[in-house]
C-alpha cells in the first residue's frame, strides 16, 4: 500500500501562484504514474494533471499552459506547479498513485481577493 501527503495549499489572490506538493511512502516501487485531482466545493472530484514514471505529462484543457506537473523519482514525490491562479481554481487538491489508485487527505486551494 503506498501512503500518500499532500501540502501546499492555501489563500492567494487571482493571478497569484501555489505549488503543491504530494509524497509518496510505503510500496512505492509499484507505483507507475502519479496524477492530481481535484475537487471544487459543491462538485465532483476530476482530473487534473498526470505524469508517469517515463515523464509523460498530461493535463485538463481548463489547467492547459498554467499549471506544471513534474516529478521527482528518486524522492517519490510529485508537485504541482500552479500559476495565473482564478477563482475557479479553488478546491480541495488530492494526488493519486497508479495503479493502486491510492488517494491522499487532499489540501485546500482557495482563490480569492
Known amino acids: 500500500q503506498v501512503r500518500l501527503v499532500e501540502s501546499g495549499g492555501g489563500l492567494v489572490q487571482p493571478g497569484g501562484s501555489l505549488r503543491l506538493s504530494c509524497a509518496a511512502s510505503?510500496?512505492?516501487?509499484?507505483?507507475?504514474?502519479m496524477d492530481w485531482y481535484r475537487q471544487p466545493p459543491g462538485k465532483q472530484r476530476e482530473f487534473v494533471a498526470t505524469i508517469t514514471s517515463g515523464g509523460s505529462t498530461n493535463y485538463a484543457d481548463s489547467v492547459k499552459g498554467r499549471f506544471t506537473i513534474s516529478r521527482d523519482n528518486g524522492q517519490n514525490t510529485v508537485w504541482l506547479q500552479m500559476n495565473s491562479l482564478k477563482p475557479e481554481d479553488t478546491a480541495v487538491y488530492y494526488c493519486?498513485?497508479?495503479?493502486?489508485?491510492?488517494w491522499g487527505q487532499g489540501t485546500q486551494v482557495t482563490v480569492s481577493s
Open positions: 510505503g510500496s512505492i516501487f509499484s507505483i507507475t504514474a
Open positions: 493519486r498513485t497508479r495503479p493502486d489508485g491510492s
